[in-house]
C-alpha cells in the first residue's frame, strides 16, 4: 500500500512514456463543409501538452457501468424493435496491437427508419416503442467486444441541399489514459451517401476514412437471427522511447 | 511498426441518449468532505451558450496521485472518489462538477500546480477539445506550473484559472472569440 505522504515536495520523478500523436489522422476543427464547426472551434492555435501523468492516466471504469442488457439494444423493452437485428462486434487495439482490455464502450445511434429518441429529433420518420438506441459493454480481456442492435437507417439533416448521414453508430471510448479517449462513428459498407457527408470528407486521409466502415462478417451471423458486421478499433499507441525534444515545453509563439 | 489509429467523428446532436450518467458529475462521492461544486458555462464564438456539450474531467487526489497502474506511488485509498467527472451542458450551456480539489502533480518539468484535465464534446466540434482547469487560491504553485509558463500571454493563462465560487469555483469555457479559452494539442 502507498507511503505515508510526506510535506516536502519529492524530488522531480523521471519522464513518462508519452502517446504518439496523431492529430493528422483526425478531422480538423475548422471544417467549413460542417457549417456548425463555424463558431465551435478555437481560432487560437492549439498549444502542444506534454504528456505527464495526468495525460498519461485516465478512469478505468468497470463492471459498475454496466447493465445486464447493456449489450443488447433488441431487449431493452417488453417487445422486439423493428429492423434488421445485427451483431456489431471487434477487437480495441493500441497502435502497437495490444489489445485494450477491460475498457468501456459506450454506443448510441438511430432507429431503423433513422429517427434518434431524443427531443431534438423531429424529422417525420416515426419512434419505436421497443428500441432506445442505447448500449454499453465493456471489452474482454482480448479487447473484444460485441453488441447485439438494429441496423441503423439514414435520416436528413440541414447542413446542406438534401443533405443525409451515413447509416451509424456512435462509439465512445476511453482507453488506458486521458490521451487515448476517443469519440467516433462506424459506417457500414457501400453506403451511397459518403460522397455528400461531411463528417466523412473531413478526415483528410481517404485511407483513414475508410477504417471507420465495418467490414460485413458472414461467418459471424447467426443463423436464422442475425447478420453481423465487424470493426476493430485502434487507439493511440505510446511512444517507444521518451524523446526529450518533443516533450520539452516550445516557447509560445502567440 | 505502429498500427494507424481509427479517426474522431463529432458526438453529434443526440450526444445526450447516450452519454451523460445518472452520477456523471459525481467525480467525488456527493457529501465529501472537502468536496466543491466547479461551475460554468460552455460557450461559442458568438457568445450564445451551447446547450448539446459534453464537458468531462479527469484529475488526480487531493495527495496528487492517480488510481492508475502508471502512476508507481498508487493512489491512497480514497473511497467514492472516482477523478472522472462527466456532465452535458444544459439549455443554458452550464455544467457542474462535484470533485474534490487535486494535488499538485510531480513531473520531469517541474512540480505541476493542482489541475483538472478537460475535455469538451459537442455538435459541430469533430473532436474533442482539451483544456485544463487551475486554481485561484494557488498563485505561487501556478507562477511555478510548467504548463502554465509555457503561456507567454498573461490574458491567455488566465483564461485557464477559475474563479472563487460560493459552492466551490466558477470555469466557463470560451470555445473560440473573445476571451478564448486556451486548448491544447494532446
Known amino acids: 500500500m502507498s507511503e505515508p505522504l510526506t510535506p516536502e515536495a519529492p524530488a522531480a520523478p523521471p519522464p513518462v512514456l508519452g502517446y504518439l500523436r496523431d492529430r493528422e489522422v483526425h478531422p480538423p476543427l475548422d471544417y467549413p463543409g460542417y457549417r456548425s464547426t463555424a463558431l465551435r472551434h478555437p481560432r487560437r492555435r492549439l498549444k502542444v501538452l506534454p504528456h505527464l501523468l495526468t495525460e498519461v492516466t485516465g478512469p478505468l471504469l468497470g463492471e459498475d457501468r454496466i447493465g445486464e442488457l447493456d449489450n ?53 420518420s416515426p419512434l419505436d416503442p421497443n428500441f432506445t438506441g442505447v448500449g454499453r459493454t465493456l471489452t474482454d480481456d482480448q479487447g473484444r467486444y460485441r453488441f447485439t442492435t438494429i441496423r441503423p437507417g439514414a435520416y436528413p439533416w440541414r447542413n446542406h441541399d438534401n443533405a443525409w448521414r451515413p447509416a451509424h453508430i456512435h462509439f465512445s471510448l476511453f482507453g488506458r489514459a486521458f490521451t487515448q479517449r476517443l469519440v467516433t462513428q462506424m459506417y457500414f459498407p457501400g453506403d451511397p451517401l459518403f460522397f455528400q457527408d461531411p463528417m466523412w470528407n473531413s478526415i483528410p486521409d481517404p485511407d483513414a476514412r475508410e477504417r471507420l466502415v465495418a467490414r460485413f462478417d458472414y461467418g459471424s451471423t447467426e443463423e436464422e437471427w442475425a447478420l453481423a458486421y465487424e470493426w476493430d478499433i485502434v487507439l493511440r499507441g505510446r511512444e517507444s522511447t521518451v524523446f526529450e525534444d518533443e516533450i520539452a515545453l516550445e516557447d509560445d509563439d502567440e | 511498426m505502429t498500427a494507424p489509429t481509427t479517426p474522431s467523428q463529432t458526438v453529434g446532436p443526440y450526444l445526450h441518449i447516450g452519454l451523460p450518467w445518472p452520477d456523471g458529475p459525481f467525480a467525488a462521492a456527493e457529501g465529501s468532505p472537502g468536496g466543491v461544486w466547479i461551475r460554468g458555462v460552455l460557450t461559442d464564438g458568438a457568445g450564445a451558450p451551447i446547450g448539446d456539450g459534453l464537458v468531462e474531467t479527469w484529475q488526480a487526489d487531493p495527495d496528487g496521485r492517480f488510481d492508475h497502474p502508471d502512476d508507481p506511488r498508487g493512489a491512497v485509498a480514497r473511497p467514492g472518489f472516482r477523478g472522472f467527472g462527466r456532465c452535458p451542458t444544459d439549455a443554458e450551456g452550464r455544467f457542474a462538477v462535484y470533485t474534490l480539489k487535486p494535488g499538485p502533480v510531480p513531473s520531469h518539468l517541474g512540480l505541476q500546480a493542482p489541475h483538472i484535465d478537460v475535455s469538451v464534446f459537442a455538435r459541430g466540434m469533430l473532436n474533442r477539445t482539451v483544456t485544463r482547469i487551475y486554481f485561484p487560491d494557488e498563485p505561487e504553485a501556478n507562477a511555478a506550473d510548467p504548463v502554465l509558463g509555457s503561456i507567454a500571454s498573461e490574458a491567455a493563462r488566465a483564461t485557464l484559472v477559475a474563479e472563487p465560487a460560493e459552492d466551490g469555483y466558477r470555469f466557463d469555457i470560451r470555445l473560440q472569440g473573445e476571451g478564448e479559452t486556451v486548448f491544447f494539442n494532446i
Open chain 1, 72 to 124: 443488447d439494444l433488441t431487449r431493452q423493452h417488453d417487445g422486439e424493435p423493428q429492423g434488421q437485428r445485427i451483431i456489431v462486434h471487434g477487437q480495441v487495439r493500441d497502435g502497437d496491437g495490444a489489445p485494450v482490455p477491460h475498457t468501456l464502450i459506450e454506443i448510441w445511434q438511430a432507429n431503423a427508419g433513422g429517427r434518434y429518441r431524443h427531443t431534438g429529433d423531429n424529422w417525420p
